[in-house]
């Protein structure tokens, strides 16, 4: 018997009630929405066969659905809280074998990153694999990928509300039940102070000028490109260096 292929689904939670800056995902700069610029660098990965993502079903993530559907982006739409069981219920439908979880809050994400972290998960053939656990890349590149079954296993069995509404809470706190993996960043990306996910205003006006100093005519801004830009400018790198990030488990 042939042995079933791996299906790689990426799933970006996204919503407009952010706590800390709300709408955050649909903000502007150069005319096109933060999620954009996380979406249009996920299509360059060479891992993922399909990305697709996860809000809830309030009528204010209708404008999260445009904005997919114009960029022909797959949606799925879920409980706000049970976070959880609204990545299970994404999994099922795309038949997924393997989750990677990536916030909206990312809009800098480096598709290569992201491949590096799957094909770790694809050659250890364990439950859980990030770069999150110790972090050493920069905040704003963190992924996690997860076996679909042991998603599914951790969501049959906690029923705890944090566990449910932070996906891999459970996994990350049971290590005797999952098998984990931490990928770090090569020596070039270890700069876990470099603060490039959006949370605030001071986070967005951080991404909003590195887009804007990029003169990127390419398909993606690079990791070591924005590192590059964020040495050359340190004025930039301080005006979010006092943000305190919001953690749950390593994963901002």
Sequence with gaps: MNKPKNKIICIVQ???????????????????????????????????????????????DDQIVKL????????????EKNVLNRFCEAGKKFDATHIVR??????????????????KSLFTNVDYVSNTLPKTY????????????????????????????HVTLFIMRNPKLFSHYNVKAPDLFKKPKI??????????LVVQK???????????????????ILFKNPKIQKLN????????????
């Design 68 to 79: 997919c559907n114009d960029m022909k982006i797959s949606v799925f739409r879920g409980n």
């Design 14 to 60: 996204a919503r407009m009630n952010s706590t800390r800056l709300p709408g955050k995902v649909l903000k502007k700069i150069n005319n096109k929405p933060l999620l954009w610029y996380l979406l249009n660098s996920l299509q360059f990965s060479k891992t993922l066969d399909h990305i697709v993502v996860a809000t809830t079903k309030k009528k204010i």
């Design 210 to 228: 590195i887009i804007d100093l990029s003169n990127n005519k390419q398909k993606f801004i690079s990791i070591r490109k924005v590192i590059s």
């Design 195 to 204: 603060r490039v996910c959006v949370d605030t205003k001071e986070d967005f």
């Design 102 to 119: 990536i916030s909206a809050d990312c809009p800098l994400m480096d598709p290569n990153v992201v491949d590096k972290i799957v094909r």
């Design 138 to 165: 920069p905040t704003g590149y963190e992924v996690e990928v997860i076996k679909f079954t042991s998603l599914l296993k951790s969501e049959r069995i906690t029923n705890d509300l944090g566990d449910r509404e």
């Design 241 to 252: 260096s006092h943000v305190k990030p919001i953690v749950t488990h390593g994963f901002v």
